[in-house]
């Protein structure tokens, strides 16, 4: 069965730290596409970042970018100078370019003031 | 901005009833999805469309229906509510991608469903 894993169910970092977050998951194919949403508490699901599997070059929006190691099958998010309002789930998924997304079990990141 | 909407925040049934689940996207989607989101189990996809009156299983069918009879409007059926169906429920919708391309879902605020 195609998975994604995240390792982490929670995760906390102090204010205007960096964090990682961990995902990998396991895909038969070769193209595919991979995301980062963010669920803030009682809020949508929104979009943070999203990466191209045949793009060599990671991902960046602003303090959000990604390690994307292909051969590991790995897709690790990183927030720098982490905020409150960064303070939400975060949920890996990969899209197999059949337009459904399979999710990980997301990450609860806490900020610390 | 895209705008998905969910009839309801929170919702209460009693076991065997009927429910019924809205979800209406502004952006004239092709595609609309329903997720079911539980602890430590993420994001599963219930159902999904990519047209009007079209439909496809996702990973997790068993026990709902779903209804697309306008492009906007996207329903998910619970013909016989159960207490393992209490759950927060995702609506989202994106369009149609093209071989080569990806399109973002976009989220609605979510029906949180308890089933006594």
């Known amino acids: 069965a195609q998975t994604v894993t995240q390792s982490q169910p929670e995760m906390s970092v102090q204010e205007a730290e960096t964090v990682t977050l961990s995902c990998t998951y396991d895909?038969?194919?070769?193209?595919?596409?991979l995301f980062w949403y963010k669920q803030p508490p009682s809020r949508q699901m929104i979009l943070v970042i999203r990466q191209e599997a045949y793009k060599q070059q990671n991902a960046t929006e602003n303090r959000f970018s990604v390690n994307f190691q292909k051969a590991a099958k790995s897709f690790s998010l990183k927030i720098s100078d982490s905020q409150l309002g960064d303070a939400a789930m975060y949920f890996c998924a990969y899209d197999l370019g059949n337009e459904k997304l399979t999710f990980g079990t997301g990450t609860r990141l806490t900020i610390i003031p | 901005d895209v705008k998905v909407t969910q009839s309801s925040r929170y919702l209460v049934k009693r076991t065997g009833e009927k429910v019924f689940l809205e979800c209406v996207q502004d952006m004239d989607h092709e595609n609309m999805f329903w997720y079911r989101q539980d602890p430590g189990l993420g994001l599963r996809l219930i159902y999904f469309?990519?047209?009007?009156?079209?439909?496809e299983k996702g990973d997790i069918p068993e026990g709902y229906s779903v209804s697309r009879e306008k492009k906007e409007r996207f329903s998910l059926i619970l013909e016989s509510a159960s207490t393992n169906q209490t759950s927060m429920y995702l609506c989202?919708?994106?369009?149609?991608?093209?071989?080569?391309?990806?399109?973002?879902?976009?989220f609605g605020p979510g029906t949180r469903l308890l089933v006594l």
């Open positions: 895909t038969s194919e070769s193209d595919y596409y």
């Open positions: 989202a919708s994106s369009r149609l991608t093209y071989r080569g391309s990806q399109e973002t879902q976009y």
């Open positions: 469309s990519y047209d009007v009156k079209m439909k």
